[in-house]
Structures are given as C-alpha cells and as structure tokens.
C-alpha cells in the first residue's frame, strides 16, 4: 500500500542538539514532498517543500531537507535546535497527477528541553 | 478571508447524534480538503472538493460521513449517528489549485469529542 512512514515518534533533545527526522514514503511515481510544523495550540504551517530541482531545500526557522530518490527519503534537518522548536512535524507526500491531496505521516513529536 | 475558518472550534457531542462542521476556505481557492486527526495518529484524508464537486471521497470512513461545497466557497461536513471512534480533530485546508505547487493553508480545527 502506498504510504508515508517516520519512523521517529518521539524525539527528545537539549538546546543546540543537532536534528535529523527521517520520512520515507512508497510512491514510485514523480511527487511533491512537505514537511509541515504544528506548534502547541496552533495549526499547521509549511515548513518546506520539494517539488523539482536542488534536492536540497531551505525552509523557514533553520531547518532543511534533503531529497534522495533513490531511498524514497525526505528527511528533514536542522544543525542547532531551540526550544521553540518544539512541537509536532510531518511528512507528507503529493504523488504527482493526482487530485492534490497529502498523504502524511504518523507525526513526530520533538521536544526541546532547555 | 486572511486564512481558513473553522468552526466550531470545539464540539461535544453525545453518541448518536448528528453533527455538522464547517470550513470557510481562502477566498478564490478552488481546492478544498478535509482531513481528519486522531489521537497518535497522522492526519487521515477524507474528502477533496474543486469548486462545489468532489472529485475524490476515497477518505470517506463509512456513509455516515458526507460533505458539500455551495459557491465553490464554504463547505459543510456532516457526521450522522456520531460514534465514539469518530472523536478527532478534522481539519481543513484550501489551495489556489490542485496539485502540490500550489501550497494548502490549513484551518485550525474543529476538535470533536463524542461522548
């Protein structure tokens, strides 16, 4: 079945720790990938999005993801978390050609601690 | 408006009973999404609207579930004989077109509890 996986639930980290999160997904088409942020008690927002080109992409706050076709791979880093990093983040894909809908990932929760 | 409205923001309903939630996308946007959120899960596709049709209700759990556009703007989705398992956050998001370039913009939510 197609499908998008991560495979951290729940990341813990301190200030200035470096972040990798993994997302990987099933499609063997052309797609869009997104990572997407939501911070407590807010909705959610776009963090970056890969649709053709560099397969390395700058988002907003730092962070960045790298493309890799060959592992179906979207993996989204950033070198020096903060605090106000924490919050929820998923991936997700838009196979290419469809109605434009995303299909996410489970989430992965990231906590800061000071 | 700025962004997506939802509402209600929230929703307490008893087991049985209908329930009708609402999305006020970004005007001019012809694509309209619903998705739901559970509990530990990822959000779940429902249903994608292009003006007032619905092209693609693949995410629609069971036929308790429906959902209308009027004016290639508001859109309404019902849930009848509300089920406990329905309790989740259903969010929804609009974008200028269909397919990834275009970027979607997400409502807040419309967290339903179902007691």
């Known amino acids: 079945a197609q499908s998008v996986s991560q495979h951290n639930h729940h990341v813990i980290l301190s200030e200035a720790a470096s972040l990798e999160l993994g997302c990987n997904y099933s499609y063997g088409g052309t797609v869009n990938l997104f990572w997407y942020v939501q911070y407590p008690g807010q909705h959610l927002q776009l963090l970056l999005k890969y649709f053709s080109g560099d397969p390395l992409v700058k988002g907003i706050k730092g962070f960045e993801a790298e493309f890799i076709k060959s592992k179906f791979s979207f993996n989204l880093r950033k070198p020096s978390v903060q605090w106000s990093d924490t919050a929820e983040y998923f991936c997700?894909?838009?196979?290419?050609?469809?109605?434009?809908?995303?299909?996410f990932g489970q989430g992965t929760t990231l906590q800061v601690k000071p | 408006g700025a962004g997506v409205s939802q509402s209600p923001s929230n929703k307490v309903t008893e087991k049985g009973k209908d329930v009708e939630l609402r999305c006020d996308p970004i005007?001019?946007?012809?694509?309209l999404y619903w998705y739901r959120q559970s509990l530990g899960q990822g959000l779940e596709f429902l249903i994608y609207f292009q003006g007032n049709s619905a092209p693609d209700k693949s995410g629609l759990p069971s036929d308790r579930f429906s959902a209308e556009r009027t004016g290639g703007s508001v859109s309404t989705l019902t849930i009848q004989r509300t089920q406990q398992e329905d309790s989740a956050v259903y969010l929804c998001a609009s974008s200028l077109g269909t397919g990834g370039a275009y970027g979607y913009t997400f409502g807040s939510g419309t967290r339903l509890t179902v007691v």
């Open positions: 997700a894909v838009n196979p290419s050609g469809n109605t434009g809908k995303l299909i």
């Open positions: 005007s001019g946007h012809t694509a």
